[in-house]
């Protein structure tokens, strides 16, 4: 949802706040991230979803959970975010 940049050694990392959506995968979970953008023309706000890969090292991530994922170097093909931190548990 919110989207911030934190200074490290090496640079900045990206952050999205998102709902876990699948955690079938061996050690990976699918985060929806939802953002508002206007429309060029008519001006109207249009919710976008977007899902990312990101890596559940623990598997500690349910489906509902609400999550913060980190960008970090390419994992696997589709996979390069990881778990930051849960931010609300599903019920």
């Not at 079938?24 to 001006?43: D, F, L, N, S």
């Not at 489906?63 to 994992?75: A, F, K, N, S």
Request: proline share 1%; charged share 35%; hydrophobic share 35%.
């Amino acid at each position: 949802m919110t989207e911030v940049a934190k200074t490290g050694s090496r640079g900045l990392k990206k952050f999205r706040e998102g709902k876990v959506v699948s955690n079938k995968m061996e050690k990976t979970i699918v985060v929806a991230v939802v953002r508002q953008v206007q429309h060029a023309t008519y001006g109207k706000f249009i919710r976008k979803t977007k899902k990312y890969y990101a890596h559940d090292e623990k598997k500690v991530c349910n489906v509902g959970d609400i999550v913060r994922i980190v960008e970090t170097r390419p994992l696997s093909r589709l996979k390069c975010w990881k778990l930051s931190e849960v931010l609300v548990k599903a019920q």
